[in-house]
């Protein structure tokens, strides 16, 4: 069936939809991984946004029960150069379109997707429709144009939990207060998770590192986290712009220093707006598993999954304050901070990759070693 | 950490000549590596016994010794240059096991030479096979149940327990020679005995059969500050039990999920970090149970290796470029990515396309081995396509092969429709050279991807792309040409689909499918290999074409120059045709016009995006040429020094309308038109031997009596001398003349008089059309009759009167002004009883201009492509032929060992794979090396055993007292014992095979014969002499299948008796 794809500059590019009828309105942005389309799909942090992968062979692999990131897909749309209906794997259990369908996601195919990334690569992330109801291009265009974006959008909680909930047996278990034990672990440090739209691998690592994780909607208040005596608070990734959650970033202002925190993406923009400094929106973003990230103290250079579109202005921190850990050797930006006072550091990057190289575990490690030590 | 000021002067050694399973990846790795290092401004000493290198070339290292790769060799360089490191890491199993040598033997610490990138004990960690697996058991990673052993006993004991079918891989060899797939205990001894006698540590691994899984490879680089990257990962579409060298392989991985993949990325990095390799790439491959993800680890090389060439290739990233920098100490963070010029080397490239790469196989050149592929390398050549989808890549890939096929299939070629269903079944379930074609005629016949899965074990989602080629190719027979529309069209040409597949599949011709597809705009549009997806801007113009929307090449308002490349390298075609192209492109550079080089081999330099100005990696068709021609409206083509792969095309190019540059596709006719050569012959008073071209059994038969016997037969334009065959008899000519496709009437047999025991002369000359230079006169040891590119030659001339060479001068000169030869010429001659005959002659480059380039120090390519582009020779300061005081021998390399049940005998059909040159100033002595340089270490003493022909006797009389002279003991079969024994040279007699035993392979056996010495009638072996050949071969003692070699190896002892080898650079020599 034939889908439009226009962006709010006018572009037009005219491809096949693999899952059917259907119409999506989003922020355009192309991912680089060549593998773990399903985690991308899964990811909290596409909503609103509309995806194109550059690798051109979509669907290979098909799609698992086991390497879900969340309970449902994200992106508006996904968009590829070819789609393959026939997924070989031992593990796949069924086609990446049945799996898009079934969350009424659209899925286009058969268009030459590296002249659209080529096109944001040098215009920057573009408002976007995919339709294949609404085959008229002016009217297309003039819709993606009217499209409010993301920019100041508070996308958080369209994607933040309505109800607490644990992590136990590698799935949520509804439940607050740290009344979800995974069995078998002792002495577990009690970890409040606030979910900006988290990832669930984030949750299986803390869980193996003897976290006891308890995960609490965006929109708690910091005086109810502290009642809960947590070891530590963890800040996930999330979609938009940071600067739409203003609330958020008070209550992380109200924990700093009272607690360790960790934060990972959207949950280190919101530290950074915290710390007094300032974010903005990057020209296209960082999107892919090959990102290479030095880490200052130690020289190294970690290979890092990134999905961001907003950025702390490494500019607008107080040095004194605030230390840059990581920075982006492609770029100079910034990608890990922490503060200098306060036990609290974060990464713009995924150390929980899902998907991506496993380069950042450590970072979980530094959490844990935070938490023990502030405990003691 | 920037690089290292402790060091100075740094030793690389190659990997000699081209083999099975080391080809030119290692000259484009050595070549990268030596730029690298001089441009960080160390001192770099080489050496490599190739000539037909670019890294030989005497301006690229500061000291370059075209010398045997031996311990021997090899420590002498050291001695002379006391370098301050060794970087063993580029060249390949020969440098490493060279390296391994060097070090064991104490060389290295006399001389305080350090091993860069990696340490003895760590390739040791790698290479050793209980070393390995102890290793890997320690970091928590699985490998195949084995048992090493270094006994034929303990083999068997081995393959008992661990259940058959196994495999046997030797220690320390190259492309898993020696080893192999056993199925029952007979299987297990024999391959076990060559196993133990093949591995330099008498070590054989017997491991599980993992027959069946997938398998995978990654590509990862290491620096000092153990920052760890994967350069690329590959996926076979043949799975476990076929040599990923003769597989079909695909980059990047395509059937993994990211935590399969990322579980695997893992493995490689733990692997890289626990053998120890402190810098630069490595390779490591996996095994993947497809019923439930198990992985297990096969092996890693620790070093570049093809696989490294190719994801290079693949991917953009110069891996063996950025390993030198690593080995001298800088990271990867200091290195700037040379496409994106932004970004760093740290990163791990992400690819936009599909890169499919397929194995060239030549059994046709060995009619006698098995075409059958296990784990013992067996291809001789890769192609490699990058299209945006696996159907289009795949099917560029096939037509890029040179084995005249169009894609996959569709094309009338190789059909299979007669075969019975168990024909084609047994062809899908045994790996073969042709299994290509039996998957095709599977999904014609509407077999289900699930039952040709269940016999091939190729993974379902290739098979799927395979059946949606098939279908649109069932759709496409019911298509009319002139009414195809657009969409129809366009989609055929992203599944791949060349023209001439179309035309065939539509009963029309392939002008007229480009018409239409012009007509219609269904026209390639080139995108960017660019390491990063598109993600960052990109500088390197590295092309390959698709049917999509966005064209990224653009035209340059530059004076332009497109050289055609060789295509996959195969017998008779090989690295010095890429030598040449690559010398083209350097000689444009220096005259300011821009190069296009347009190629589909991975392995070599010329498609290193920095040896030319632009790069399309595409196949070399016709329609493929064109397409690029009809974007860049180049100002000239260069056809004449890619071999016959474009020289194929001239004509049509020519037709088009293409400006061919340099010698005229008319002239090159003239000279390969048997008539037209004939008669430009006769103008010029020059004689051939006589000669007529035949279509039918009678007229061969008449012509051939009329010659006389013995004659040589061949189809007309051959590569290679392929098909080629010395006839003695009328029966002969009947068994020629009944071979497929011979007596058709369309294609013409040429019928030549055999010279028997004349010289044979190659010439190779440089014209500016006016004036000609010679470049250099190379004297054929072995008579004419065998294959050019098999024999050993001589520059200068060793035996050769003055008055011939000025007359071979004279006759060169005059068919070169004659034809009008603008650029490169080659000349073959014989002499026979003085007299002088042409035998060809080919106005374009010839296997052996580099040969001559290093000799002589004159680089012919290069002026040729001055010459071309309309300098004179005067303009270009070539006004002398350069005359030279050293003996330059090249003597050629076979790859007899690989293939069972293939005789030794040399012939008119060319079988070697690579070359070696031997220099010196004593003629001896280059002999010796070129000897030793060929894997042949002579004897000093010991026994020699003869068995000659009765034409041969007279030959080697007097290198049989030579022999005596030099305290040989010499064994002979009754024939050649009493013509000795007459002639009054002592010779003990032993029986032939058929005579009883104990019998000659009971001598050789017992290992009491130190060389062989057995020759021939080309065709009509006997069986017997035959085993003796074959038994010298497996046995590896020395060998020569002809008089004439004989005698010049009796000449390299005589040397090697008075003084030892020395060793020199080729800047001491030129």
């Known amino acids: 069936m034939k889908a439009l794809i226009a962006l709010e500059d006018g572009t037009i590019f005219e491809g096949q939809s693999f899952t059917g009828r259907g119409e999506a309105i989003g922020e355009m942005v192309f991912n680089t991984s060549m593998s773990g389309y399903q985690e991308i799909l899964t990811d909290p942090s596409y909503t609103g946004q509309i995806v194109t992968m550059t690798y051109p062979l979509i669907g290979n692999y098909g799609v698992n029960s086991e390497d879900m990131e969340s309970a449902a897909v994200h992106p508006r749309a996904f968009l590829v150069r070819e789609y393959n209906a026939t997924p070989s794997n031992f593990r796949s259990e069924q086609t990446l379109a049945q799996f898009l369908k079934h969350y009424g996601v659209l899925g286009v195919e058969g268009f030459d997707t590296r002249a659209l990334v080529r096109h944001i690569r040098t215009v920057g992330a573009l408002k976007a429709i995919v339709s294949t109801e609404d085959l008229n ?27 607490p909930y644990g992590w136990a047996d590698n799935r949520p278990v509804p439940g607050t207060r740290f009344s979800t034990v995974q069995a078998g672990m002792s002495n577990p440090l009690k970890v409040v998770a606030l979910d900006c739209g988290i990832k669930f691998n984030q949750l299986r690592i803390m869980t193996e590192k003897g976290c006891q994780v308890q995960v609490l909607p965006a929109t708690t208040d910091a005086d109810t986290i502290l009642a809960m005596e947590p070891d530590g608070v963890f800040l996930s990734n999330g979609p938009g712009d940071p600067a739409g959650i203003p609330g958020v970033v008070e209550m992380v202002r109200a924990l700093l220093g009272k607690t360790p925190i960790f934060g990972i993406c959207l949950g280190h923009q919101i530290l950074g707006l915290a710390y007094g400094g300032s974010t903005y929106k990057v020209k296209f973003g960082h999107r892919g598993g090959n990102q290479p990230v030095k880490d200052l103290a130690t020289g190294h250079v970690e290979i890092t999954s990134q999905n961001h579109g907003f950025a702390v202005d490494s500019d607008s921190l107080d040095k004194e304050v605030i230390e840059v850990t990581h920075i982006n050797l492609n770029d100079g930006s910034l990608e890990g901070m922490r503060h200098r006072i306060c036990p609290a550091f974060s990464v713009q990057y995924h150390p929980e990759h899902a998907p991506g190289p496993h380069d950042s575990l450590y970072l979980f490690d530094r959490f844990v070693a935070m938490m023990r030590s502030e405990k003691a | 950490m920037p690089k290292r000021t402790d060091i100075h002067k740094i030793l690389i050694i190659g990997s000699g000549p081209i083999i099975i399973s080391q080809a030119c990846e290692f000259d484009y790795s050595g070549a990268q590596a030596v730029k690298a290092l001089k441009e960080e401004g160390y001192e770099v000493v080489l050496i490599n016994s190739n000539p037909a290198t670019i890294m030989t070339d005497p301006e690229l290292a500061d000291r370059t010794y075209i010398e045997p790769i031996t311990l021997e060799m090899v420590t002498k360089v050291i001695e002379k240059e006391r370098p301050d490191a060794l970087l063993p890491t580029l060249g390949g199993q020969t440098a490493l096991n060279v390296a391994i040598k060097l070090a064991e033997s104490g060389i290295l610490d006399k001389y305080k030479v ?12 790698a290479e050793g096979r209980e070393e390995f697996r102890a290793a890997m058991q320690a970091i928590g990673l699985k490998v195949p149940e084995s048992a090493i052993v270094h006994t034929l006993e303990d083999a068997m004991v081995a393959g008992d327990a661990i259940g058959f079918p196994v495999i046997v891989r030797p220690s320390f060899t190259l492309g898993g020679t020696g080893g192999g797939v056993a199925y029952n205990r007979q299987e297990l001894e024999a391959l076990s005995s060559s196993g133990l006698d093949l591995s330099m540590t008498t070590e054989i691994m017997v491991e599980r059969s993992l027959l069946g899984w997938k398998e995978f490879e990654l590509e990862v680089m290491r620096d000092c500050k153990d920052n760890v990257v994967i350069i690329c990962s590959i996926e ?12 079909i392989t695909v980059a990047p991985a395509q059937t993994l ?54 994801a290079s290739k693949a991917t953009g990233f110069p891996i063996a470029k950025i390993a030198a920098k690593l080995a001298v100490g800088f990271t990867l963070d200091e290195i700037k990515n040379d496409i994106t010029r932004e970004t760093y080397a740290s990163f791990e490239p992400t690819i936009d396309y599909c890169v499919v790469k397929i194995p060239r196989f030549t059994f046709e050149k060995f009619p006698e081995a098995e075409d059958v592929l296990s784990t013992a390398m067996k291809s001789v050549g890769e192609t490699m396509a990058i299209g945006r989808t696996f159907k289009e890549a795949f099917q560029k890939a096939m037509r890029s092969l040179e084995t005249g096929r169009a894609g996959f299939g569709a094309d009338g070629k190789e059909r299979l429709d007669h075969l019975e269903l168990f024909e084609l079944e047994t062809g899908l379930r045994v790996p073969s050279s042709k299994r290509v074609s039996y998957l095709h005629e599977a999904l014609m016949r509407g077999m289900t991807v699930e039952r040709i899965y269940e016999m091939s074990q190729i993974d379902p989602w290739f098979l799927r792309n395979l059946e949606q080629i098939v279908a649109l190719e069932q759709e496409i027979r019911l298509q009319d040409l002139p009414g195809m529309n657009r969409e129809f069209l366009k989609q055929c040409k992203q599944y791949g689909f060349s023209d001439t597949q179309l035309a065939f599949l539509t009963g029309t011709s392939g002008n007229e499918v480009r018409a239409l597809r012009k007509q219609l705009g269904v026209v390639p549009i080139y995108k960017l290999v660019d390491t990063c997806a598109a993600e960052f801007e990109s500088y390197t113009p590295y092309y390959y074409s698709t049917y999509e929307q966005e064209n990224e090449a653009s035209r340059s308002d530059r004076k332009k120059v497109m050289i055609l490349g060789g295509g996959p390298n195969r017998i008779g075609q090989g690295i010095e045709f890429d030598y040449c192209c690559v010398h083209a492109a350097f000689a444009l550079a220096e005259i300011g016009v821009e190069s296009i080089m347009v190629n589909s081999n991975p392995e070599t330099v010329s498609t290193d995006y920095d040896t030319s100005d632009k790069l399309y990696f595409e196949p070399l068709t016709l329609e493929d040429v064109m397409n690029i021609i009809d974007l860049e409206r180049p100002d000239g083509v260069i056809v004449q020094f890619g071999g016959q792969t474009p020289l194929n095309l001239a004509v049509a190019l020519a037709e088009a309308g293409v400006p061919i540059i340099g010698t005229t596709p008319d002239s090159i006719d003239r000279a390969e038109d048997r008539k037209r050569f004939q008669q430009f012959l006769q103008k010029l008073n020059l004689r051939q031997p006589n000669n007529d071209t035949v279509y039918t059994l009678d007229e061969a038969l008449s012509v051939a009596g009329q010659i006389g016997y013995p004659v040589v037969v061949r189809p007309s334009y051959v590569l290679g001398g392929r098909d080629m065959r010395i006839v003695y008899s009328e029966q002969g000519i009947r068994e020629f003349m009944a071979k497929p496709g011979m007596a058709d009437n369309k294609h013409p047999v040429l019928i030549d008089k055999f010279l028997e025991d004349a ?46 060479i000025e007359e071979i001068k004279q006759a060169t000169r005059a068919m070169a002004e004659e034809l009008g030869v603008i650029g490169l010429m080659n000349v073959q001659y014989a002499v026979k009883d003085e007299d002088l005959y042409i035998l060809e002659v080919n106005p374009r480059a010839s296997r052996t201009v580099p040969f001559v380039s290093k000799a002589t120090g004159v680089p012919l390519a290069k002026l040729a492509t001055k010459v071309m582009m309309g300098m004179t020779l005067d303009q270009l300061g070539l006004t002398t032929e350069v005359s030279i005081k050293h003996w330059a021998v090249k003597e050629a390399v076979f790859p007899f060992d690989r293939f069972k049940n293939v005789d030794t005998l040399l012939g008119p059909e060319m079988k070697s794979t690579g070359e070696v040159m031997g220099i010196d100033d004593n003629l001896g002595l280059a002999l010796a090396k070129a000897q030793l340089a060929a894997g042949v270490t002579l004897p000093v003493s ?39 024994a007459q002639h009054g040279v002592p010779c003990d007699q032993v029986n032939k095979i058929s005579e009883g035993r104990p019998h000659i392979l009971d001598k050789l056996q017992d290992k009491q014969v130190a060389w062989v010495v057995n020759t021939s009638l080309g065709r009509r072996t006997t069986e017997d002499s035959y085993r003796i050949r074959r038994a010298a071969l497996e046995l590896r003692i020395p060998y020569t299948t002809t008089s004439s070699g004989a005698v010049s190896v009796v000449l390299a002892m005589q040397a090697l008796r008075k003084s030892s080898l020395g060793v020199q650079p080729i800047q001491y020599f030129i």
């Open chain 1, 137 to 163: 291009k002016e009217s297309l265009v003039a819709r993606a144009k009217a499209w409010v974006g993301l920019v100041g959008q508070d996308m958080v909680q369209k994607v933040t939990c309505d109800q």
């Open chain 2, 114 to 125: 350090e091993m860069l990138a990696a340490k003895v004990d760590v390739i040791r960690k």
């Open chain 2, 236 to 247: 076979n579409m043949d799975a476990m039990g076929v040599h990923t060298g003769d597989s």
């Open chain 2, 257 to 310: 999920t990211d935590r399969e993949y990322q579980e695997m990325r893992d493995a490689a990095i733990a692997i890289i970090r626990e053998i120890g390799v402190e810098t630069g790439g490595s390779n490591v491959q996996f095994a993947v149970n497809p019923q439930d993800g198990e992985l297990m680890i096969i092996e890693m090389n620790p070093r570049v290796s093809r696989s490294s060439a190719l």
């Open chain 2, 759 to 804: 010289i044979e002369v190659d010439v190779d000359a440089i014209c500016d059309g006016k004036k000609t230079i010679i470049g250099g006169i190379m004297e054929h040891i072995e008579e004419a009759g065998i294959h050019s590119g098999d024999s050993s030659c001589v520059l200068p001339p060793h035996t050769l009167s003055p008055q011939l």
């Open chain 2, 942 to 980: 010991g026994t020699v055993f003869l068995s000659v022909r009765d034409g041969d006797k007279e030959g080697i009389l007097e290198a049989a007292r030579q022999l005596v002279e030099m305290k040989f003991t010499l064994l002979a079969t009754k024939g050649t014992a009493s013509y000795l």
